[in-house]
């Protein structure tokens, strides 16, 4: 019988973590180390915000030069509110909300998920450990998935913790061991204590807002017989406002989402006090040959690694950095074993 844990208690009202089946005792490392993780959210936590500030800036930078130039916002006799701003941003919003209040609901039914069958020893353990770090990050047990598909693999998603839900493919289950399978669901708690969908669905917003608004401006330029009115160094700063906004809103958007991902690492590593643990399934799930069948590029975003695999993923580099909405997963081993040194 297919049961899914329908009541979600808060972390008070949760069994504790000794009363659970497996016996699970997170490593407890250095004082050193445990300045490092908090260290590492702390510049994390900066750069995404220094990055979501800047793709602010270009939004209104973009929009406001478009609506200068071709309603004459601010000039004599011009529009007096930005327009074409207002309209992108409200269509951007309207857009962005519809994914961040059922998107959740969506991906886990675009990905075959299926509830947890806690008579199933595997399906019990994974429960227990979601539960022992819902305990650690002071949070809601969200509701748990399993996708039916070999490729080792993790999400989460939700608006917020109360509505949060976890799944793991049964290829990871099948291929990491209990640390592993506790580092990787404290990456995931980690995202959903960061209230890392409602930062996205910002970017997301941010992005197609940019694009909607370049797209417009193009065609503005195509169509219109005045558009060389007003001033040349404006016209010439909006169109490349324009030729550059489809490349750089999307990677400001990767940018943003590859700092989340640093930023869960290092939060697990502060729920688990383990992070080789973490490390050893992210080799796993590198190493693993094929990709997860059922997802898109459209959903990748949402997993602890790329599901969908480019080029790019497995290469150092900023240029190979810069194309990618995961960070390398040798970059990320690297920084979680030197988490771990004590000496």
């Known amino acids: 019988m297919s049961v899914e844990p329908a009541l979600r208690p808060t972390a008070a009202a949760l069994p504790r973590s000794g009363a659970l089946t497996e016996a699970s005792t997170p490593r407890v490392t250095s004082p050193r180390a445990a300045v490092d993780f908090y260290a ?25 030069g478009v609506d ?4 004459g916002f601010l000039a004599p006799g011009g529009e007096p509110f930005p327009v074409a701003t207002g309209i992108a941003l409200a269509v951007a919003l309207a857009m962005s909300l519809g994914g ?22 595997e399906h019990q353990q994974l429960y227990n450990i979601v539960t022992e770090m819902a305990l650690a990050a002071g949070l809601p047990l969200p509701r748990i998935y399993v996708i039916p598909d070999l490729a080792p693999n993790a999400l989460s998603a939700g608006r917020d913790p109360q509505h949060a839900i976890l799944a793991v493919t049964q290829g990871l289950l099948n291929l990491c061991d209990r640390e592993e399978t506790q580092g990787v669901i404290a990456h995931e708690m980690a995202h959903i204590g960061n209230r890392d969908t409602l930062t996205m669905t910002v970017v997301g917003m941010l992005f197609g ?13 195509y169509f219109s017989n005045d558009r060389r009115r007003g001033n040349p160094l404006l016209f010439v700063l909006v169109v490349v406002l324009i030729a550059v ?27 688990t006090r383990n992070p080789l643990g973490l490390s050893r399934a992210l080799e796993k799930i590198g190493a693993a040959p094929s990709p997860l069948q059922a997802a898109t590029r459209g959903t990748a975003h949402f997993f602890i690694s790329n599901p969908c695999p480019h080029p790019a993923d497995s290469r150092d580099g900023k240029l ?5 909405t995961h960070p390398p997963l040798t970059q990320r081993i690297a920084i979680l074993r030197a988490m771990a040194h004590t000496a």
């Open 40 to 64: 590492r959210q702390t510049v994390n936590r900066r750069r995404t915000e220094l990055i979501v500030a800047g793709f602010v800036l270009f939004f209104l930078a973009l929009g406001l």
């Open 68 to 71: 200068a130039f071709w309603a």
């Open 100 to 121: 961040y209040f059922r998107g959740a609901q969506m991906v886990m039914a675009s990905l075959h998920a299926r509830p947890l069958q806690l008579v199933d020893p």
């Open 209 to 221: 807002g940019a694009v909607m608004l370049a797209d417009w401006a193009r065609r503005a330029l």
């Open 245 to 271: 906004t489809p490349l750089l809103a999307r990677l400001l958007a990767m940018a943003v989402s590859r700092q989340r991902e640093y930023l869960a690492d290092a939060t697990a590593a502060q729920f």
């Open 320 to 324: 190979a950095d810069l194309l990618s």
